[in-house]
Each structure stands twice: as C-alpha cells, then as structure tokens.
C-alpha cells in the first residue's frame, strides 16, 4: 500500500512541472487526493485537493489560476500540472490520500496536517530558480 510522488525538479520561475501520484494497494475511488508542500524552513502547506469523483477541485490562494489538479481514477493517479512557476514554489511536494467513503465522492479536504491522512506519499522535490 503505497503513494508514490513524482515528477519534481528545477526549473526556471515562469516554467512548469507536472507531477504525479500513483496509487497502489488500497480502494482509490473512495478518497480524496491532496498535494502538501514545505518549503525549507517552513511548514507544510496545504496547496491542493481533488474529490474522489474528480468532480471536486480546490486551491490555495497562493497558487490558484497557476495549478491544477485532475486525476485518473482507471490508472490510480492523480495529475499536478504547475504552470507560471514562481521561486516561492520551490518545496517539497507531497500527496495525501484521506478516506471519505462512497457516500462522500464530490467532498474535498484542506489540511496540510499529515496524520490526518490515511495514506501519505514520499514527496518530490520542486526547485524554480530566479
């Protein structure tokens, strides 16, 4: 049972990234996918979420008209595409699964506490330099 992250790396402010979390051992379609990231010395930030439907997406306000979110429910990932990256962007990036049942398929959630989350992947590293 696992989420793995990937799809990090440097890149220039103004480029973009997509990064990737793959799911496996556990029944996806029942939770909602989140992306958390920290920056060096700070903590962690809830940046992203995307209901178990995928009909469900919300942002930060720090990165909302520059990501976004979608997933892939037959190949159990879910999709980050970064666009217009800024030097601020530059962090760890991790996903989170939480469980929320099949009554609950269009429900997000916004915290960037990991225990909160059933499953949490390894996080990729993202670098935009200036």
């Known amino acids: 049972v696992q989420l793995q992250a990937s799809g990090g790396g440097l890149v220039p402010a103004g480029g973009s990234l997509r990064l990737s979390c793959k799911a496996s051992?556990?029944?996806?379609?029942?939770?909602?996918i989140a992306w958390i990231r920290q920056a060096p010395g700070k903590g962690r930030e809830w940046v992203s979420c995307?209901?178990?439907?995928?009909?469900?997406?919300d942002y930060a306000d720090s990165v909302k008209g520059r990501f976004t979110i979608s997933r892939d429910n037959a190949n159990l990932t879910v999709f980050l595409q970064m666009d217009s990256l800024e030097v601020e962007d530059t962090a760890i990036y991790y996903c989170?699964?939480?469980?929320?049942?099949?009554?609950?398929?269009?429900?997000?959630?916004?915290?960037?506490?990991?225990?909160?989350?059933?499953?949490w992947g390894q996080g990729t590293q993202v670098t935009v330099s200036s």
């Open positions: 051992g556990f029944t996806y379609a029942y939770y909602a």
């Open positions: 995307i209901s178990a439907s995928g009909g469900t997406t």
């Open positions: 989170g699964a939480y469980y929320l049942g099949p009554l609950h398929t269009n429900t997000i959630v916004t915290t960037a506490d990991s225990s909160a989350y059933d499953y």
